[in-house]
């Protein structure tokens, strides 16, 4: 048995008007890992997310979900869906049915579940996001936050061994997001691996173990968040910024303070300011 959940080797893909959206992506995802692809606009993200679980067609390379190259024939891709899911950036193009309890209950009715096991998935997953009570609610008459939820309920109630979300937190208020990554934590603590999209960094600073930087379909660095932050010049080719800790630390270091500024997180980040001594 492998450790490595999910794989893409030399995946390439380029769309019919020509955009090369993905050139040569090689990236490993290992089973637990909490996962962050960072890109601006136009990166490939979300192009690069339909691949996962088979929904696009690579022009070139391919996708292995434990150790199998995803096949596109109906029962393969079957398979990988259920392995794979992904949550997309827009609840819109997600959720569709009247009801949140028919939307959530879709999935694990097209897995072919009983009555009695999609009853319990719904109110699994619907406690899982915190939205228990809002069964016969229809999904369009809620807030984004309550939205995002609900469309990971959906794909909870699936009971995938890897979530994918295009984008988790975009447009969500400061609870909204702290709740949705919440979720995402517990469900990574009972063992799903999470891969999520973002360009937001101190989100991903709060967030993932690991990051891939992806940028004009390619992948140029991968590492942990103190290789990644840490980079300035890496930063500015991918049009990110470093979050406000280390921006700070790197200020004090221009200041001829003696401070370590790979340190990231605001406890590290506030040890470090309090013991900086002018050299
Ligand atoms: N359906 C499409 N047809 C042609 N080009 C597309 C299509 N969808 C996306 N693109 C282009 O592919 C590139 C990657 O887009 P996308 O994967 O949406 O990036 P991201 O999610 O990182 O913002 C961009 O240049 C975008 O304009
Ligand atoms: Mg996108």
């Known amino acids: 048995m492998t450790d490595i959940h999910l794989e893409t080797k030399n995946l390439s893909f380029t769309y019919p008007d020509g955009t090369k959206a993905l050139q040569n992506v090689n990236l490993q995802i290992k089973k637990g890992e909490k996962i962050a692809i960072m890109g601006p606009n136009g990166a490939g993200k979300s192009t690069l997310f339909s691949h996962f679980n088979g929904l696009t067609e690579p022009t070139s390379g391919h ?40 939307d959530v209950a879709f999935g694990p009715m097209n897995l072919g579940l009983d ?74 603590k009972e063992g799903m691996s999470i891969v999520i999209s973002s360009h937001d960094i101190e989100m991903v600073n709060e967030f993932a173990d690991k990051i891939f930087v992806l940028y004009n379909g390619e992948i140029i660095a991968c590492g942990d968040k103190h290789d990644i932050f840490s980079d300035k010049e890496l930063l500015k080719k991918a049009h990110l910024k470093a979050p406000v800790s280390t921006e700070i630390l790197h200020k004090l270091k221009n200041n001829g303070f ?22």
């Not at 995803?70 to 899911?85: H, P, T």
């Not at 229809?138 to 109630?157: D, M």
């Not at 790979?262 to 300011?273: H, Q």
């Open 63 to 102: 996708v292995e979900v434990d150790g199998e190259k995803i096949i596109f024939e109906k029962d393969e891709l079957l398979k990988v869906r259920q392995k794979v899911g992904i949550v997309f950036q827009d609840p819109n193009d997600q959720l569709f049915a009247p009801t949140v309890k028919e």
């Open 115 to 188: 009555y009695d096991e999609v009853e319990r998935r719904i109110a699994e997953s619907l406690e899982m996001v915190g939205m228990e009570g809002f069964e016969e609610k229809t999904p369009h008459h809620l807030s984004g936050g309550q939205q995002k939820r609900i469309a990971i309920a959906g794909i909870v109630a699936m009971r995938p061994e890897i979530m994918i979300l295009d984008e988790p937190t975009a447009g969500l208020d400061p609870e909204g997001v702290d709740k949705v990554l919440n979720i995402l934590n517990n469900l990574n």
């Open 258 to 279: 003696d401070v370590d500024t790979t340190k990231i997180s605001i406890d590290e980040v506030t040890e470090e300011i309090i013991k900086a001594k002018k050299i």
